[in-house]
């Protein structure tokens, strides 16, 4: 099965668990983790890199509280940017907010979700920001069938295709 990572700022937890629930349209085909699943008395830097090392896509929550986290730009991102980089991990940015998300050299080349001209935070009808969500849901499962079907052809593992 599947695993996806959640990256987020904790100031944008209500849209990480909005994602989560658009997400449980694809609970047959993978697994999203995030934070939250740290359990007490668990060293939760080796569980969040654990995560990360075992995921297929890693989904980021993009805000402004997300560009500036010193551990997520410190410590998570330059892990996940090298498990990219090997072709070990598809990276998929959901942009929740306005912010300059363009003046980060590693995002700005990256296509994010949704349109960048309308950030999630924007979209100020409960009914369009579900059809975005279930939009960026489906797009994420039809991502999984392609790997998947490479998985099927012969592969050895569910990983996003390598990354020049």
Not at 4 to 17: G, N, P, R, T
């Amino acid at each position: 099965m599947a695993r996806l990572f959640l990256s987020y700022s904790h100031e944008d937890a209500k849209w990480k668990d909005l994602l989560l629930t658009h997400l449980g349209a694809l609970r047959h085909s993978c697994e999203a983790w995030h934070d939250q699943e740290i359990y007490g008395g668990q060293d939760w830097r080796d569980e969040i890199f654990a995560a990360i090392d075992s995921a297929n896509i890693a989904i980021l929550l993009i805000s402004a509280p997300f560009l500036t986290s010193r551990f997520i730009n410190d410590e998570e991102m330059p892990h996940i940017l090298r498990l990219r980089k090997s072709g070990d991990l598809l990276v998929f940015p959901i942009l929740v907010s306005n912010c300059a998300w363009e003046s980060v050299p590693w995002l700005s080349d990256l296509q994010l979700r949704p349109n960048p001209d309308h950030p999630l935070e924007s979209l100020s009808q409960e009914r369009d920001r579900n059809e975005v969500l279930a939009d960026i849901v489906r797009e994420i499962g039809k991502i999984l069938d392609t790997r998947s079907g490479h998985e099927r052809a012969g592969k050895a593992q569910l990983r996003p295709a390598r990354v020049s």
